[in-house]
């Protein structure tokens, strides 16, 4: 076992005690957030992010049109951070998500789009970082420090966390009930033995993870994980678009 | 040389007089639709795509929120076909992208896009379409019949309709008169020798395209040629994205 895998491991076994510990730095601020967009609600949400972020992202974007019917843009940096073009975003929620709430691309799209009169949040694991500083509403996913390189227990929060904004925003009893129960999931599948699948996948050159809906964005995050810890070149698709296309 | 190959020789040269003939065939609805932006701008305009259409779809979110200012959104076919929630859409631009205009998770979203009270328009290749009969404006693609299974004539006739629309939408002079010039370009960039791009990728067994604003709609389609002519794993990122993950 190296140094690395030896990290991720224990990084994942932290992530439902970080999900836990996360409700109560929330449990101010998402309240304030769902009533401001209750009373003035967006017709459209602008997520930032990159990465792994950006696949929790995806995963915000499923859960917000699912329960709230509200349509979802991914930004696209180089709009703001190229070509200077300031978006229409008056009263519209952009919600940026990094963990380290340093990227300087997002930390400058946040500001764009709050000089555009936007409401702006931010999920991060640093509440006093420069992305925290530029937005207005700040979500900590209390994940504690991350020591692998490949995001694990972060991702976990971040999606854990997009996941307790929708259940406070559109008051969804059941997803509020599933979040309470989800520590004890994690904790639950972490302890699963998943040596069967290796034995599938060690001899492959190349990989395609398919999703759809709400497992799109965990395939999109399986598939970078293999490319960044085991150098295979491993690819997402939507089931629907990789009937269309490749095969 | 295959017939698959040979075909799609003779689609590709046949793209400018395409986008040469489009020109007459949009002159009457574009106005129209733009008239119609521009009394009620929409807060966010929907694309809705499969393969090589979400990759036109791509470059026209590129084009309307560097040249409007405004935000688009891919839209999640699921959200509509599987789980059935309205999203909130009045007055807001669905625009769908599709050749055939006969997917029928197209045509259902369409509609169910019309029902919320959305602007409904279509790029497609065949005006009498269920597709076209969905939606309140339809743009046609004037490609003629396509031959070749990987697009060809019709990608290029999308995006060159995506740019006409943003042109006139945005009254970009700079925009309508390189449009004016576009078929010109296709057919000089048609005539160029690319056999060198050939004996650099001959050998590989996995490769990677990247490209960034306006690159990258056409660096995702040229990975997606890769792999439906080539059975060559071929996976597009952005230059951003790709410097923050997998190196």
């Given at each position: 076992m190296t140094v690395l895998d030896a990290q991720m491991i224990s990084d994942m076994r932290e992530a439902p005690a970080a999900v836990r510990r996360q409700s109560d730095g929330l449990a101010e601020v998402l309240p304030v957030l769902a009533d401001r967009l209750r009373r003035m609600p967006p017709q459209v949400v602008v997520t930032c992010a990159r990465g792994s972020s950006a696949h929790a992202a995806t995963f915000g974007k499923h859960l917000i049109e699912r329960y709230l019917g509200v349509v979802v843009a991914p930004a696209a940096p180089s709009i703001t951070t190229i070509y200077h073009q300031p978006l229409r975003l008056a009263d519209q929620l952009f919600l940026a998500i990094s963990?380290?709430?340093?990227?300087s691309d997002i930390i400058e799209q946040a500001a764009a789009a709050r000089a555009c009169g936007a409401v702006t949040a931010c999920i991060t694991n640093?509440?006093?970082?420069g992305l925290a500083r530029a937005c207005e509403f700040v979500l900590p996913?209390?994940?504690?420090?991350?020591?692998?390189?490949?995001a694990t227990k972060t991702f976990i929060a971040s999606v854990a966390a997009l996941a307790r904004l929708v259940a406070v925003w559109s008051e969804d009893k059941a997803l509020a009930r599933a979040l309470t129960a989800l520590p004890d999931r994690l904790a639950a599948a972490g302890d699963l033995d998943w040596s069967c699948v290796l034995e599938r996948i060690a001899g492959a050159e190349s990989l395609v993870t398919i999703g759809r809906g709400p497992t799109l964005a965990i395939a999109r995050e399986a598939a970078l994980k293999l490319k960044e810890t085991s150098d295979l070149h491993a690819e997402c698709f939507s089931s629907a678009e990789f009937l269309h296309g490749p095969v």
């Open positions: 963990q380290s709430g340093e990227s640093d509440p006093a970082s996913m209390a994940a504690g420090p991350e020591l692998s390189i490949p």
